[in-house]
C-alpha cells in the first residue's frame, strides 16, 4: 500500500499530472485522426519526451497509450474508418448507430466501454506488475533464458496467421539483436567497423522506423488506392445526444465483465496482441446477443447498430492497455507491439523495464501503474471534450497532409535521438523492411519480441551454460530448476498447439473426403 | 483429382509467387549470416550461426512450398513502387542534410515531394503547406526542444537552417 501511495504522490505532483492529461488529449486527438494507428501515435510523441524528466515524459507516454486506443473509435463510428486498429470492428456497429442519428450514443458507448476496460485493465497491472517483478527477482540465468524462451514461444502459439511467417519474423528479430557487441565476449558482429553499430542498432530509431515510417508509406499507399477508387467521404453525422439509459448500462455489464476478462487475459500473454482480444470478445458478445436480444421488437441486426457490437471491442481493446504492461514492467517482455515501443521511451531516459525497475526506480515504476488508473479516469471527461469540440476540426486535415507532418516528425524524432544522422538511415531502413515484412504478411510482433528478448536470452543461455559446465539439462531439471522446468514445458506445449491443430485439420478432411466417396458407410 | 507432385513442380507460374521471392531473400539472408557468423570468436558464433541456419532453413521452405502446393500470384507487391518513391525522397533528404544544403531548404522540397506523392497537386497548397510543416517542426524541435541540427551552408542566418 505504501508503494501505491509512492506512486501517487509523485503522480499527483502538478507538472506530472498536467503532463498525464496532456497526453490522454493529445492521444485522443492523434487517435481521431483516421489512418493514424496507436503505435504511429506513441512513434509521434517520443520526441516530445527527450527534454523533459523521465516522470514527467512517462506520465505523458501512459497518456497517449491509453488514449490513442480509445480515440480510435471516434473516426469509427462517425466516418467508418477506423482511426486506429483497435476500432476495426467497431465500425461496424458503431457506424450503423450512428447513422440511424444515433452518433452520441454511439461514441458515448464506445468511450464508457473503453474507460471500463482501461480501469479493469489497471488493476489487473497493479495486482500482478509487482508481484510477477518479485518472483522474477529469484531468476537465475536457467530461469531468466526459460523466461525468454517463453516469450517467443507465446507469440508461435498465438499467431492467428502463417506460422512459419511468425517464426522467420522472430528469427530476423533476434538476428538483429545480435548486431553489436557480443554480450558474450565483446566481440564485434554485423557491425561493418560502423562505431555507430557497436553498440546494436540504436532502439529508439528502429522502433520509430518499424512502426511510424512504415505506417507512413501505408497511408500514402492508401491515399493513392483511395484516390483510386474515387472513394468520397460521406457527410458526418450529427453528434446528438450522447446520454446511455441506465438500463442499456445494465445490459451491458456482463458484456463489459467478459471483454474485460479476455482483454486482461490477451494483454498479459506477451506477444498475443490487441486483435485477438478484440476479435474474442466480439464473438462473446455476439453470441449473447443472438441467444438473448435478437429478433426481439426494437433491436438491431447484428452488426446493424447493437450496442453490445461498440461496448465489447471497445472494452477488450482498453483492457490490453495495461495489461500488455505487466509482462514489460515485471519481467520486460513487451506484450504487444506499441508496449514495445515504450521500452523505447523508457531507455531514452535510462530506465530498463524489468523486476529490478522496482527496486532501482521504485518511484517511477509506481507512478507508470498508478498513471494507467488515473488516465482512465481523466480520459472520460476529456473524451467528450474531444468529440463536442475538436472531433470536425481533426477530421477537415487533410490525410495528404498528415503524411508530410507525421514523416517529420518521425525522422526529427530519431534524429533526436543522440543528434545523429545515422538514426535517419536506421529509421528509413526499419521503415522499408517493416513495409515489405507486411506485404509479404509476415508479423511484426515477433520481431519485436525477438528485438527485445535476443540479447537476453543469448547472455542467460551462456551463462547458464558456463555455471553448469556445459550441461543442457541444466534448463528441465525439476530437481534444482523447477521454475525453467515448468516455463520451458509450458514453451513445448505451445509450440505443439499449432502442430496438434495442423494434424487434426489433416485428420478432418481426410474424414470428409472418404465420407463423401463412401457416403453408404 | 489431385495433381502429382511432379506435374505440380514443373507448374508455371511460380515466379509471380511473392513467396517464393520472399524465401530466396531469406535464404541469402540466411546464408549471408552464417558466413559472417563463421569469422567471429568460438563463443560469440554459436548463437548466431544457429539462428542463421534456421533462417536459411526457412527460406527453403519457403521456396519450395509454393513449388509443392501450387503458386499464389500476388499483387500486393504493387505497392513496393510508391513506397520506394517515398523512401527515396527521404533518402535524399537525409544526404542533404549531410551534405550541409541545411534543414529549412532540404525538408521544403522534402515535404513538398511526399505530399505531391500523396496525392496533393494544387502546388499553392502543397507549397504552403510544406512551408508551414517545415518551419513550425523547425520551431518545435530546434527553438523549443534545443535538437542540434547539423552544420549547413545557412546556419550563418538560423542555426541548423
Known amino acids: 500500500m505504501d508503494l501505491v501511495t509512492l506512486g501517487f504522490s509523485v503522480l499527483l505532483q502538478p507538472h506530472i499530472l498536467l503532463m498525464l492529461v496532456i497526453g490522454v488529449f493529445a492521444g485522443l486527438v492523434v487517435g481521431s485522426i483516421p489512418g493514424v494507428n496507436d503505435n504511429i501515435a506513441f512513434a509521434v510523441f517520443i520526441p516530445f519526451s527527450f527534454a523533459m524528466p523521465a516522470d514527467q515524459a512517462l506520465a505523458l507516454m501512459v497518456g497517449v497509450y491509453c488514449a490513442a486506443a480509445a480515440g480510435g473509435a471516434i473516426p469509427a463510428i462517425m466516418l467508418r474508418v477506423p482511426g486506429t486498429a483497435s476500432a476495426l470492428i467497431t465500425v461496424q456497429d458503431g457506424n450503423a448507430m450512428a447513422r440511424q442519428n444515433k452518433a452520441g450514443k454511439a461514441l458515448s458507448l464506445a468511450i464508457t466501454s473503453s474507460v471500463i476496460g482501461g480501469i479493469a485493465s489497471s488493476v489487473v497491472l497493479l495486482a500482478f506488475a509487482p508481484a510477477l517483478a518479485s518472483v522474477a527477482l529469484s531468476f537465475g540465468y536457467a530461469e531468466n533464458f526459460a523466461l525468454t524462451v517463453l516469450g517467443l514461444s507465446s507469440v508461435v502459439g498465438l499467431l492467428m496467421g502463417n506460422i512459419l511467417k511468425g517464426i522467420l519474423s522472430a528469427l530476423i528479430g533476434l538476428l538483429v539483436s545480435m548486431v553489436g557487441f557480443s554480450q558474450v565476449t565483446g566481440f564485434p558482429r554485423y557491425t561493418f567497423g560502423n562505431v555507430n553499430l557497436t553498440e546494436g542498432i540504436p532502439f529508439v530509431p528502429l522502433l520509430v522506423g518499424l512502426f511510424g515510417i512504415a505506417a507512413i508509406f501505408e497511408l500514402i499507399c492508401d491515399i493513392r488506392r483511395e484516390r483510386r477508387e474515387h472513394g468520397k467521404v460521406s457527410k458526418l453525422p450529427a453528434i446528438g445526444s450522447m446520454r446511455i439509459p441506465a438500463s442499456l448500462m445494465r445490459r451491458l455489464l456482463p458484456v463489459w465483465g467478459t471483454s474485460s476478462a479476455i482483454g486482461n487475459l490477451i494483454g498479459v500473454l506477451p506477444g498475443a496482441g490487441m486483435l485477438m482480444a478484440i476479435y474474442l470478445s466480439y464473438d462473446q458478445a455476439a453470441r449473447r446477443f443472438r441467444r438473448k436480444f435478437a429478433g426481439r421488437k426494437g433491436e438491431p441486426e447484428w452488426g446493424d447498430g447493437a450496442p453490445e457490437g461498440i461496448a465489447a471491442p471497445e472494452c477488450a481493446n482498453n483492457a490490453v492497455t495495461a495489461s500488455s504492461m505487466v509482462p514489460l514492467l515485471s519481467l520486460g517482455i513487451p506484450g504487444n507491439s506499441t508496449s514495445a515501443l515504450f521500452i523505447g521511451a523508457m531507455a531514452l531516459h535510462g530506465l530498463v523495464p524489468g523486476p529490478l525497475l522496482f527496486i532501482q526506480h521504485a518511484d517511477i515504476a509506481w507512478m507508470i501503474i498508478v498513471a494507467f488508473f488515473v488516465a482512465n479516469l481523466v480520459m472520460w471527461p476529456l473524451a467528450f471534450v474531444v468529440i463536442r469540440s475538436v472531433t470536425r476540426s481533426i477530421f477537415a486535415i487533410p490525410k495528404e497532409v498528415m503524411v508530410g507532418v507525421i514523416a517529420l516528425l518521425c525522422m526529427l524524432g530519431a534524429y533526436g535521438d543522440g543528434n545523429n544522422l545515422f538514426n535517419i538511415w536506421i529509421a528509413l531502413g526499419a521503415g522499408v523492411v517493416a513495409f515489405v515484412m507486411n506485404l509479404a504478411k509476415i508479423p511484426l510482433g515477433p520481431a519485436i519480441l525477438g528485438l527485445v528478448l535476443g540479447g537476453h536470452m543469448e547472455a542467460s543461455l551462456a551463462n547458464a551454460l558456463s555455471i553448469s559446465q556445459g550441461n543442457w539439462l541444466v534448463f528441465i531439471d525439476p530437481s534444482t530448476h523447477p521454475i525453467s522446468a515448468a516455463m520451458i514445458a509450458l514453451s513445448v506445449l505451445m509450440w505443439m498447439l499449432p502442430v496438434i491443430k495442423h494434424i487434426q485439420t489433416i485428420k478432418q478432411r481426410k474424414r470428409q473426403s472418404y465420407d463423401r466417396f463412401n457416403p453408404s458407410t | ?161
Open chain 2, 1 to 161: 483429382m489431385q495433381p502429382s507432385v511432379k506435374a505440380k513442380l514443373t507448374s508455371a507460374g511460380v515466379w509471380r509467387d511473392g513467396d517464393f521471392w520472399l524465401g530466396c531473400v531469406v535464404f541469402i539472408l540466411g546464408g549471408w549470416a552464417f558466413i559472417e557468423a563463421t569469422g567471429f570468436d568460438a563463443r560469440s558464433r554459436v548463437f548466431p550461426l544457429t539462428l542463421s541456419i534456421l533462417i536459411a532453413v526457412t527460406g527453403l521452405v519457403l521456396i519450395v512450398r509454393p513449388l509443392l502446393s501450387g503458386p499464389k500470384p500476388s499483387g500486393q507487391y504493387r505497392k513496393l513502387g510508391t513506397m520506394l518513391a517515398a523512401a527515396m525522397v527521404i533518402g535524399l533528404w537525409a544526404m542533404a542534410l549531410k551534405l550541409g544544403a541545411g534543414f529549412m531548404l532540404g525538408t521544403l522540397f522534402m515535404q513538398i515531394a511526399l505530399l505531391w506523392l500523396a496525392g496533393l497537386r494544387r502546388w499553392s497548397w502543397l507549397v504552403a503547406c510544406a512551408l508551414l510543416i517545415t518551419v513550425l517542426n523547425y520551431a518545435l524541435f530546434v527553438v523549443a526542444l534545443d535538437i542540434r541540427l547539423p552544420r549547413s551552408v545557412f546556419s550563418f542566418l538560423l542555426p541548423g537552417s
